[in-house]
């Protein structure tokens, strides 16, 4: 498994210290960016008759539920820098989770591209091209274990 530098674990630690108090508001706008890029995935979240718009289903309690689990996923990862791979049953299973809801793969590159966008917004002018990258390394590493999961769930189904 690939492992992360010294320097990107300082980076997405010292990012992280501030964002990670505040967890929700922050995921929201992480979510918020995710359903512009790939609109598809809003509608796996069902949440009964009156969320019909985008934002009636950010503002549910199920959803915001959803958006608390998923930054403990990133608070747990940055928890663990020092040892991702002791993450690695967790992730696993957190694919196969993913697959079984019909989140596609490409999705995951979205979720990416959501999370730098809410560090951009979050951290402003601390956030860096060096950031930037000690985010997608450890978040690559992330989505490699979820994949291998997500993979594994997937065999032996047919298309």
């Known amino acids: 498994m690939e492992e992360l530098?010294?320097?990107d674990k300082e980076l997405i630690r010292d990012s992280w210290e501030?964002?990670?108090?505040n967890k929700v508001p922050h995921g929201v706008v992480m979510f918020s960016r995710l359903f512009e890029l790939d609109p598809a995935l809003l509608n796996l979240f069902h949440y009964g008759t009156n969320c019909d718009s985008t934002q009636d289903r950010l503002a549910s309690p199920e959803f915001l539920?959803?958006?608390t689990k998923v930054m403990l996923v990133i608070d747990a990862a940055v928890s663990h820098l020092d040892d991702?791979?002791?993450?690695?049953?967790?992730l696993l299973n957190l694919g196969k989770k993913h697959q079984a809801v019909g989140v596609r793969t490409q999705s995951f590159a979205a979720v990416g591209e959501s999370l730098l966008y809410m560090l951009q917004c979050s951290l402003g002018p601390a956030y860096t091209a060096p950031l930037r990258q000690a985010w997608l390394n450890m978040y690559s590493?992330?989505?490699a274990m979820m994949s291998r999961g997500y993979a594994e769930n997937g065999e032996g189904k047919a298309d």
């Open 5 to 7: 530098s010294t320097k």
């Open 84 to 90: 991702l791979h002791s993450l690695e049953d967790f």
């Open 141 to 143: 590493i992330v989505v």
């Open 18 to 21: 501030s964002l990670g108090k």
């Open 65 to 67: 539920e959803h958006v």
